[in-house]
């Protein structure tokens, strides 16, 4: 079973924090991503990794950064959080860009 | 025109009936479709994916995909209670970018 783990469930922070969620997979995936699901604006894609240290911006880069440092980790950083970013995050992974993508249990951030 | 745009819902239909979910793409270079399950509080899961025309079967569930229509469909037979969810269809387009419909909410009542 593939497993995708993300560090917090729910998270506050305040404005201005640097804010990082971590994503693990247990898979060996080449391939992880990392989306925001808003109401009515569904899943977007953020940035994804296609090996370690390669990074490719998504649909809605702005205001995050990533880090891949090793296979099975990939950061979402936020620099400087704003109230717009509050959003569910959800990490996703994969063998292939063409393949099935398997989901963590996402996080509930909060920007105050 | 929407990356991919699903019928908006929400959709109701009796136990024991055929769902319906529908799906529309705009990139013709997009080569494989996925629908997931999602429900309320928790992750997308994987219910079925399709990368060639025609029908694909699994159970309850068959997925249809037309190329020449850009138009994919998920039906679920004998649909119970459980199936009750929101259904997202995704399509990875010709920049291997994969891109989500805002989803369908589906209820079965019992």
């Known amino acids: 079973d593939v497993k995708v783990t993300q560090s917090s469930r729910y998270l506050v922070k305040r404005t201005g924090e640097k804010v990082f969620l971590e994503c693990v997979q247990d898979m060996d995936h080449e391939n992880m991503f990392w989306y925001r699901q808003d109401p009515g604006l569904g899943l977007r894609l953020i940035y994804f990794?296609?090996?370690?240290?390669?990074?490719e911006k998504g649909d809605i880069p702005e205001g995050y950064s990533v880090s891949r440092e090793k296979k099975e980790r990939f950061s979402l950083i936020l620099e400087s959080a704003s109230t717009n970013q509050t959003s569910m995050y959800l990490c996703?992974?994969?063998?292939?860009?063409?393949?099935?993508?398997?989901f963590g249990p996402g996080t509930r951030l909060l920007v105050l | 025109q929407k990356e991919v745009e699903q019928n908006s819902g929400p959709l109701s239909v009796p136990e024991g009936a055929i769902a319906s979910l529908n799906c529309t793409y705009s990139d013709r270079g997009s080569q494989s479709f996925f629908w997931y399950r999602q429900y309320s509080g928790k992750s997308p899961e994987l219910i079925m994916f399709?990368?060639?025309?025609g029908d694909k079967e699994d159970g309850r569930f068959t997925a249809q995909l037309n190329k020449a229509s850009q138009y994919v469909s998920l039906l679920i037979r004998d649909s119970q209670p459980s199936d009750s969810a929101t259904y997202l269809c995704a399509g990875v387009r010709s920049n291997y970018k994969l891109t989500f419909g805002k989803g369908t909410l589906l209820t079965v009542n019992p």
């Open positions: 399709i990368y060639s025309n």
């Open positions: 990794s296609y090996d370690v240290k390669m990074k």
């Open positions: 996703a992974s994969s063998t292939g860009l063409q393949e099935t993508q398997y």
